[in-house]
Structures are given as structure tokens and as C-alpha cells.
């Protein structure tokens, strides 16, 4: 069974820098895309970073310019690095691979999630 896991969370004053990281027990490269999920109470999980196995990375608008995702596929692991922190990125951030199947279904796997909290 595949197995995703974050670290790299904490607290972090604003203005500073974290850097998550998400070790894949299998080859990512069998991943179609790799991505990076935030999550806070009351809310859905929303979309931060990904990165497919081929083709841009993307942002959503709230983290642009400010993170960097980051795939190594020869050490299977996905990085967020998050620069100018702000009190709104605070939140549990959950690694994702989703695969595409021969059927052509996706299937999405999920790591159990890292807290950052952004305070003075």
C-alpha cells in the first residue's frame, strides 16, 4: 500500500519560511500528479501547489509567488517551500499523489497531514 508522509510543520512567525516535505514509499513517477493540500476547520481541502509528472506547476492565486513545489523523482519526495508566511496560510497541509488507471479513473492518495500555524 502506498504510503505518504509529511513533516516539515511548526510554527513560524509571519514573514518567515517553512519548508514541507512528503516522502512516497513508491516511485512518484508512477504518479500523474503530485500536489500540496491545505485544509482548515470548517472548510474543504483546497488546492495549494502540484506538480505533474510532465507540464507546469501550479499555484493557486493566495500562495503565488510566495511557494515553490518541488518534485525529485529519484528520491520519491514533493517539497513545498513557503516563503512570506501569512496568518491565513495556517492550516493542515496533506501531500496528495493522484494516478491515472488504465480505466482511465483517477485514484488519489493522501498523506495524514502536517500542521503549520503561521503567529506572532
Known amino acids: 500500500q502506498v504510503q505518504l508522509v509529511e513533516s516539515g510543520g511548526g510554527l513560524v512567525q509571519p514573514g518567515g519560511s517553512l519548508r514541507l516535505s512528503c516522502a512516497v514509499s513508491?516511485?512518484?513517477?508512477?504518479?500523474?500528479?503530485m500536489g500540496w493540500y491545505r485544509q482548515v476547520p470548517g472548510n474543504q481541502r483546497e488546492l495549494v501547489a502540484s506538480?505533474?509528472?510532465?507540464?507546469?506547476?501550479r499555484y493557486s492565486d493566495s500562495v503565488q509567488g510566495r511557494f515553490i513545489i518541488s518534485r525529485d523523482n529519484a528520491k520519491n519526495t514533493v517539497d513545498l517551500q513557503m516563503n512570506s508566511l501569512k496568518p491565513e496560510d495556517t492550516g493542515v497541509y496533506y501531500c496528495?499523489?493522484?494516478?491515472?488507471?488504465?480505466?482511465?479513473?483517477?485514484?488519489?492518495?493522501w498523506g495524514q497531514g502536517t500542521q503549520v500555524t503561521v503567529s506572532s
Open positions: 506538480h505533474p509528472r510532465f507540464g507546469s506547476r
Open positions: 513508491e516511485s512518484i513517477f508512477s504518479f500523474n500528479v
Open positions: 496528495n499523489g493522484e494516478r491515472v488507471m488504465p480505466s482511465g479513473s483517477k485514484l488519489d492518495y
